[in-house]
């Protein structure tokens, strides 16, 4: 599988943006699909997944209520539509399959990051 994330970008606080992702290729996503990030200086952390097959939902608690997680799986791509942005949630954010939860040592595939900037 390959995935492509597209959609950061530079943005004022309180904004918002919404990432995608497509996979191409074999095996296809089956189980599930997450956004992870990297902020400068810090861990790659959990942002949030979906389940491939129901489109259940699990996110961090940084970005509860302001951050959803969807899937289109007939597209097989995955969103992640920010709001209310806030400086900290500056970071490369990165797609990747095929798990549900929130350790990235569950996922095989990775994309290539996408830089979103928040401007306070």
């Known amino acids: 599988v390959q995935l492509q994330a597209s959609g950061g970008g530079l943005v004022q606080a309180g904004g918002s943006l919404r990432l995608s992702c497509v996979a191409s290729g074999r095996p296809s996503i089956t189980y599930g699909a997450a956004w992870f990030r990297q902020a400068p200086e810090k861990e790659r952390e959990f942002v949030a997944s979906v389940d491939w097959s129901n489109g259940n939902t699990r996110y961090a608690n940084s970005v509860k209520g302001r951050f959803t997680i969807s899937r289109d799986a007939a597209k097989s791509t995955v969103y992640l539509q920010m709001n209310f942005l806030k400086s900290e949630d500056t970071a490369l954010y990165y797609c990747?399959?095929?798990?549900?939860?929130?350790?990235?040592?569950?996922?095989?595939?990775w994309g290539q990051g996408t830089l979103v900037t928040v401007s306070s």
């Open positions: 990747a399959g095929n798990s549900q939860l929130p350790s990235e040592s569950m996922y095989d595939y």
